[in-house]
């Protein structure tokens, strides 16, 4: 079992995985907490256990974005995703963890379609 010091939420962000200064690739959150997250991958990242990189949250609000840049280290490699430690934390990394977890994403009318409202 593991062994958490905060709760997680379900939460479906677009993130982008960069290391060294280099775009790895996109993904997105399954789930989030103030200690980490886990991020599905569609395609492997060259990534291994304790690299540190930077997660970069992409928030979208009414045609508006907002970027949540936050240090973080692998913790798991797993199939279809990859979990991550938050390190490096201050009251700037807590704020933007706690806009990350409120957010919702925006409803499309292609979304509400999908899903039976019209």
């Known amino acids: 079992m593991e062994k958490r010091w905060s ?22 959150s399954s789930d989030i907490g103030l200690g980490g997250t886990f991020l599905s991958t569609a395609e492997p990242l060259s990534l291994h256990k304790d690299e540190d ?3 970069v949250f992409r928030l979208l609000s009414q045609d508006q974005g907002t970027r949540h840049n936050v240090h973080a280290r692998v913790t798991r490699i797993a199939d279809g995703g ?11 990394v807590f704020r933007s963890l706690q806009e990350i ?18």
């Open 101 to 118: 977890m409120l957010y919702k994403r925006p409803s499309t009318p292609e979304s509400s379609t999908r899903e039976g409202v019209h």
């Open 53 to 55: 990189v930077d997660l």
């Open 82 to 92: 990859i979990g991550f430690k938050f390190c490096n934390f201050d009251t700037g």
């Open 7 to 28: 709760e997680r939420k379900e939460l479906d962000v677009d993130v982008d995985v960069y290391q060294h200064g280099a775009l790895l690739g996109s993904c997105h």
